[in-house]
Nanobody
Framework: QVQLVESGGGLVQAGGSLRLSCAAS????????MGWYRQAPGDERELVAI???????NYADSVKGRFTISRDNAKNTMYLQMNSLKPEDTAVYYC???????????????WGQGTQVTVSS
């Protein structure tokens, strides 16, 4: 079994910072890629940032220069450092991990429960 635990969300004023964490545990053989997604009320879920093999990263244009995605492979933990937060960053942020379990051939996506980020003006 695989468990994802998200933390770090909260309420912050515009211009402030938050650091989200996503820790994966359980029967994990290999992690391919990890990413953060967000969904604001009334909107579709969108990709915020991903980190892949060799620590290659990609960001949504709206967060480039403000957000930084990183991971600690030894701890199977991913982070999203969010700086210079804007009200439009308000959303539920979801952790996604693409991994293969020890007993499986296939890589499978797992999702965290989501953590609320609210940025006040």
């Amino acid at each position: 079994q695989v468990q994802l635990v998200e933390s770090g969300g909260g309420l912050v004023q515009a211009g402030g910072s938050l650091r989200l964490s996503c820790a994966a545990s359980g029967s994990i053989f290999s992690i391919n890629a990890m990413g953060w997604y967000r969904q604001a009320p009334g909107d579709e879920r969108e990709l915020v940032a991903i980190i892949t093999s060799g620590d290659s990263t990609n960001y949504a244009d709206s967060v480039k220069g403000r957000f930084t995605i990183s991971r600690d492979n030894a701890k199977n933990t991913m982070y999203l450092q969010m700086n210079s937060l804007k009200p439009e960053d308000t959303a539920v942020y979801y952790c996604n991990v693409n991994l293969k379990q020890h007993r499986s051939y296939a890589y499978t996506d797992y999702w965290g429960q989501g953590t609320q980020v609210t940025v006040s003006s």
